[in-house]
């Protein structure tokens, strides 16, 4: 996708001549010579997190404190953009149907009032298009960073088949860290939260009904 599909200049200078009905004169003069301005703001405008934002604040060690839960996490943000964008594609293609109908329906349109209507119509959707062109560029974007990060937390240390193989390590020493937070101010829900999964998670360690072992159970050979 090159940068034209998402040149909405064309479209401010046309909606330019309509803002005289909701601006005053001078404000439509000053918003013309801001055209290019406001261009350039709409296309380097931050949509979604930065790597610096899933670094330091989605995949946080006192959250994620293993490569393996730094993985998954990593798994599920990749797949919620990448779900998001399939529905987006779905989306760009219907709103391209509509535009083709308006675009047929206003030739044909003999009400002038009727022809006006659909005329605006055709310009918002035009607009949403290249709106829907710059939110795919950014969940590609996601989904490439989110694809470098799985690729730098899998030191083949860990199950990266089943979610399950890490959690019991993962989430305890989440908790433990959570614990160590705990002050006389904390709410007494947020204690009874914290030291009951703690309490109930080391148990069913204890009792080896879950285990620290993050890594993929070997397979049995069968004869």
Known sequence: MNKEKRNIVAKLETESKY???????????????????????????????????M????????????????????????????????????EARKNDVEIEKLQRDIKKEKDPLDKKMKQ??????????????????????E??????????????????KDVNTHQANSYLLRLHEQKKTITPG???PEVFNVLGQLESLEKNIQEKKLSLDSKAPKQIKRK
């Open 19 to 53: 803002l005289t009905k909701i601006l005053d004169k001078q404000d439509v003069v000053q918003f013309k010579k801001l055209i290019p301005e406001l261009q350039d703001t709409w296309m380097k405008k931050q949509m979604f997190r930065t790597e610096t934002e």
């Open 55 to 90: 670094r330091f604040s989605v995949l946080s060690d006192n959250k994620y404190p293993t490569k393996a839960a730094k993985y998954w996490q990593s798994v599920r943000e990749q797949n919620t953009h990448f779900e998001n964008l399939v529905h987006l594609s779905f």
């Open 120 to 141: 605006v119509e055709l310009e918002e959707k035009l607009y949403h298009k290249a709106q829907m062109e710059l939110v795919a560029k950014h969940r590609m974007r």
């Open 143 to 160: 989904v490439a960073t989110w694809s470098k990060l799985k690729k730098e937390f899998h030191d083949n240390s860990f199950d990266d």
């Open 186 to 188: 904390t709410s007494q």
